[in-house]
């Protein structure tokens, strides 16, 4: 599996665009809410505080967490395509009910309930991804996946307009997110393909979860990828779930604006990481086998300041330009995670292993979220808060750059493209 001929390049590009929807809604419907933050509050009055609200958000992450590598592993062992148009049909499922509930326990068990659904889709969509972008083309396909995901984030920060429209609500957004999901998901099973395998793929034995596990936990390599995956997960979730609600108070401006700005202008600039990004470590791949992580830690680089930015920022502009510069960062960090991945783990564990670092970077980031609401409802400024995430950020780029990939998993490479260092 670590070369390809010509005739898979029309579909591991047509993988790319099927998966494209489904990577947009699956942060869409979760974007929603952090955006009507204080619409949901008011309708549902049963949540009380800062603290429940935090609490709600982590839930999510902390059963999203928990399934994510039984998510990766049934899609390592089985098929990467059911479980994507399962966990999609499932997850629009819940997501048109939460449009339903009345009481904060019902937006409790939605919001587990998504967990659980949309756990199975991110491991086994970026592992077929993968499969089919095997040498020189991985980091941008992982890129364009993951743009998916930040249009999913700019759109979900219109929800706030959305719910203040009197005609509309926010009820009614999640009712059609629903809908469009359960519908997109019932031709894609029939159009999407798992990637073939080669003689000698297709002769290696399926591992028990024990041992996937235990050879994924016994690898370095991995566990410093899981980590640096992790610490940068604290900043990345708050900015995602508390930033329009920050804004808002801290400016004083409408919910529809403040969500808006802010998820538009980082996320945009995520996008533009993730095509440079992508389109850098693919090159210096060409040369260097330690590329991606090179460019992931210049990413990681733009993070720091713009950490620091975002909480000391005197005015919404300012705050809107450090939040770009997060974005830009961002975006060179997620497209090379599984890329990164791919250099240390096997190709039968790849699904595994990004389950495994979902579990911990996203129990990490609930963890922040409830935090996070705890520190501003006893009033820690935050600046401190922001610095905090700049400081794991700091000891991110020193993990990133311990890494070394394993010669063997290094994509073949066509004849006349150089041999790379390292």
Known sequence: ????????????????????????LNYLDRQMLA????????????????????????????????LSPIGGYVADRFSRRFTICGSLFVWSAVTWWTGRVTTYDELLLARSLMGISEAFYIPAALALIADYHTGGTRSRAVGLHQMA????????GFGGYVADDQNLGWRIAFTACGVFGMAYAIPLV??????????????IPKVSPVRAA??????????????????????????????????????????GKAGVAATLYWQAA??????????????????????????????????????????????????????????????????????????????????????????????????????????????????IIFSVFATAAIVSV??????RPKLELIPVRKPEEPAPTG
């Open 1 to 24: 599996m670590l070369s390809s001929p010509p005739s898979l390049g029309r579909l591991a590009w047509l993988t790319v665009a099927l998966l494209w929807p489904v990577a947009l």
């Open 398 to 403: 020193v993990l990133v750059l311990l890494i």
């Open 214 to 255: 235990t050879e994924l936990l016994t690898n370095v390599a991995f566990i410093l990828l899981v980590l640096y995956f992790t610490l940068p997960a604290l900043a990345g979730w708050v900015v995602r779930d508390w930033m329009p609600a920050i804004l808002k108070q801290q400016f004083n401006i409408g919910q």
């Open 35 to 66: 955006s009507m933050k204080f619409s949901v509050m008011a309708d549902i009055p049963t949540i009380l505080n800062e603290a429940n609200w935090g609490f709600m958000l982590g839930q999510f992450k902390w059963v999203y967490a928990i």
């Open 270 to 383: 995520a996008i533009m990481g993730a095509i440079g990004g992508g389109w850098l470590a693919d090159r210096w791949m060409q040369h260097h086998n330690r590329g991606r992580i090179f460019v992931s830690a210049i990413g990681m680089c733009l993070i720091i300041p713009a950490m620091f930015g975002v909480g000391n920022a005197g005015t919404l502009t300012v705050a809107i330009a450090f939040l770009i510069l997060f974005g830009l960062g961002w975006g060179f960090f997620d497209c090379n995670n599984m890329p990164i991945l791919c250099l240390i783990v096997r190709p039968e564990l790849r699904a595994t292993g990004y389950g495994i670092m979902n579990l911990v970077s996203i129990s990490c980031g609930g963890l922040a979220d409830w935090g996070f609401g705890e520190m501003r409802d006893r009033g820690v400024p935050l600046n």
């Open 149 to 156: 995901i930040y249009c999913g984030v700019i759109t979900g």
């Open 190 to 203: 029939f159009i999407l393909r798992d990637a073939p395998k080669s003689e000698e793929a297709a002769r």
